[in-house]
């Protein structure tokens, strides 16, 4: 006998969750849809070679190796051939490039798949999850309007989610190469190192930072630091208001000013959009990866819960594909990591776990000899798009309407002998706590308008 | 620079392709959560010790195992820890062990996640696809019931995918067991190698078959071999003559009694289910795996298209987790093998790739000074639930429309300087080569007029 249990790092949901779960996806490909994005899945496994081509190698990226079991029996020297995808870039870009003559450009893609990464075991940390990716992929240039588009997404995403409040938070990474350029700081990596150390603001206090930056490894003057800080602790409140910062911020060089155009055209765009104020703000601390953003970056917080960090980041990039193409493919794209979102939204309480169930309705069974006449029933809401549930087998009644409350199935529906002889059914509406009797011909149109309510409330 | 390429024996499709593969997707799992049933989804991987507990070992099921950069470098002794699952019968019979005492018995279950099997390397069979899975498990006990149930379940999706009529085979093991059991062929092994011989008869002819097992390997008699010949050519054609040949089988042993008394409640309720008697027949040469089924047992094929073989298998199984659990736990259960099933279909011309896009509508742009218009037009679509896609950048507008119609995209909308002006705008109708004008408060009710209709004649 062997102990059932998944391997550690996994996310593993009981029905009721699983339910929840797969509304947010659900929601999530909806709204990525409704903005014209296409779907697209690839292969788990890709070859390794296509997969590590990036510098860091596979140690830091924590990579799953894929071996049959003839493989493995071979032992070959080297890496396996196949590894698990660890995000769901790489792929697009392997993607593109592959089917780069049979794509039309711009190509918006979506695509809501599982990534892997060899994590080290600790609570929150998982080494499978679910990324929901949106990117838009141009050839040789792709207009700055795209980046307003996906704030655009994110919007809808989240304000259908219906989670709470949120924000996205704008920046561009030009605005920030040209403003770092100007004090001095002009080398990539070395903005790095000094934006990691602003990054601990917060934690340690500016008194730290400055400290730090004006010490012996950077060695940056006061002046400098205090500019530095300054600017990163910008924040706009509202749609004038970030225009207004932007005009502050006066001319600088090429890029610095050509990040400013770019943070004004998206802010314009995303008005005309429709997107309301109060959902987007410039954050002149958002920096993203260093190394592979080049323009716009967004991260989104909950406004209620900013200690669970981002939940949907991205930004714009240059190229998506050189490793695999010798075409130029500009792109600008966001990510939501839903596992580690759902994980983090359960351990707040957001999320109930007590929703309706996916099943409508159920047929109660009140004796073995009325099983054909359920199963009519059942046939007649089904036909009608109500997904039910019949009682196959007799048992008490009591026994039946537990169950249907413990699984959160709204309709119980009964038809007795004498019922059966009226030509009617009684319905138990478990959500409002009604109960009503209709005719058997009338009984899905009528449970289809409670639910068409019920959906137009929720908003869905 | 790096060739990019998939590994060999995945399906990646075009999004064109992707859009007619995730709507196949989605009408399976409308179908099965219109039966009740509820979502499960299972890690890609299982511990190693937990998949490979069944005799026949790893090698026959071909599996691949996954190790992370770290375990790869220690080269351990022995078998990997995780390995992807190579069915989802596996991972359910754990899943339901693991979660014994959080879930209530009836489970419903339905799982749609991909599978992985190290194939040899061959046109048509793939390493990674696509199962679809429905089980129902009792405690203890399951009724026979059920087994009508799940092929309503089938007829309700083969119905809605709209790929052709087929016909549901049904056959019992208990009656097969029986009837072999009568004539001398009382082991379950040499059973199976009788109807392996038996399978042969369409390309060897009866007389091979004959010759074969009255020889010495079997040595039986040539009226018990007729005998059997006429068995396994039994069809039924509509419910009254599939009753009528159950009685004509007469009485037998107890298990071979029972297996027809199980048949025939299956018939009662499939057809108090409303199941067509078009959809479903007797097959008795239908057998499964021979030692895994034990009662009712299904195979589905696509009556223009029998070269396909079976779309949808499934049947009655005596324990599920026998080895996870002590708790006796029966179920009955189908899958349909969704990549090979559409790869098949391409195959025989019966996917278009034509099919409308999942986008609905494409916003033309006639000049760049009239993207705020598009964009707030789109806005409206999308706010009425219409997948919207706007042209962001200015071209001209016959190549705009050249894009949507390769797209399949079917609405494009159109508002020049004069429409605007006017507060209308322009939709060309693609698919019915019409154009009309409409005020731009009604464009996106009278597009959505126009979409309800088209999902309305296509029975979605």
């Known amino acids: 006998m062997i102990k059932p249990r998944t391997p550690p790092g996994v996310m593993e949901l009981l029905p009721r969750e699983q339910i929840a779960f797969q509304r947010m996806l659900d929601t999530i490909r909806r709204n990525y849809e409704r903005f014209g994005f296409l779907p697209v899945e690839t292969p788990v496994f890709e070859l390794s070679e296509t997969l590590l081509t990036k510098s860091g190698g596979e140690t830091e990226r924590q990579v799953y190796f894929v071996q049959s079991t003839g493989a493995l029996a071979k032992e070959g020297e080297g890496l396996p051939e196949l590894a698990l995808r660890f995000d769901l870039t790489v792929p697009l870009a392997r993607y593109v490039a592959e089917h780069e003559h049979e794509l039309t450009f711009p190509f918006r893609r979506y695509q ?5 990464r060899g994590e080290r075991q600790q609570r929150g940390r998982f080494r499978e999850f679910y990324q929901c990716d949106i990117d838009v992929i141009g050839k040789d240039a792709l207009s700055v309007r795209f980046d307003a588009e996906i704030l655009a997404v994110i919007h809808a995403v989240f304000s259908e989610l219906g989670i709470g409040d949120f924000t996205i938070q704008l920046n561009n990474r030009k605005l920030m190469r040209g403003f770092f350029e100007a004090q001095g700081v002009t080398d990539g990596e070395q903005q790095a190192l000094v934006l990691r150390e602003v990054d601990k603001l917060d934690k340690r206090g500016a008194d730290y930072v400055r400290e ?14 205090d500019r530095i800080l300054d600017f990163v602790a910008v924040r706009s409140t509202g749609h004038a208001d970030a225009l207004a910062r932007l005009d502050a911020l006066g001319q600088g060089s090429d890029t610095f000013n050509q990040g400013i155009a770019e943070l004004r055209e998206v802010l314009d765009l995303v008005k005309a959009l429709g997107v309301p104020e109060s959902a987007y703000c410039l954050n002149f601390s958002i920096a993203r990866g260093l190394d592979y953003y080049t323009g716009t970056v967004y991260e989104t917080q909950l406004d209620g819960y ?12 240059e190229d998506l594909a050189s490793h695999y193409t010798k075409s130029k493919l500009p792109g600008v794209g966001i990510s939501i990591g839903l596992t580690r979102l759902f994980w983090q ?22 004796d073995d000899g009325q099983l054909a006449g359920s199963l009519d029933i059942a046939r007649r809401l089904r036909a009608a798009g109500i997904n039910t549930e019949v009682q196959m087998e007799g048992r008490k009644l009591a026994k039946q309407f537990q169950y249907a409350s413990r699984a959160g199935i709204r309709f119980v529906v009964l038809a007795g002998e004498d019922e059966l002889a009226r030509g009617v059914v009684t319905v138990k509406d478990l959500l409002r706590e009604q109960q009503f009797e209709v005719k058997r011909e009338e009984l899905a149109s009528s449970l289809k308008v409670e639910l068409e309510q019920a959906r137009a409330l929720a908003g869905r």
């Open 345 to 366: 939204l359960r351990e707040a309480g957001l999320i109930a776990g007590s929703d309706e169930s996916s099943v409508q309705a159920m047929v109660a069974l009140m």
């Open 212 to 225: 730090t930056l004006t010490g012996e490894g950077f060695g940056m003057s006061a002046e400098g630091v």
């Open 306 to 317: 900013p200690q669970i960090g981002s939940i949907c980041s991205g930004g714009r990039y």
């Open 112 to 116: 809501i798949q599982r990534v892997y």
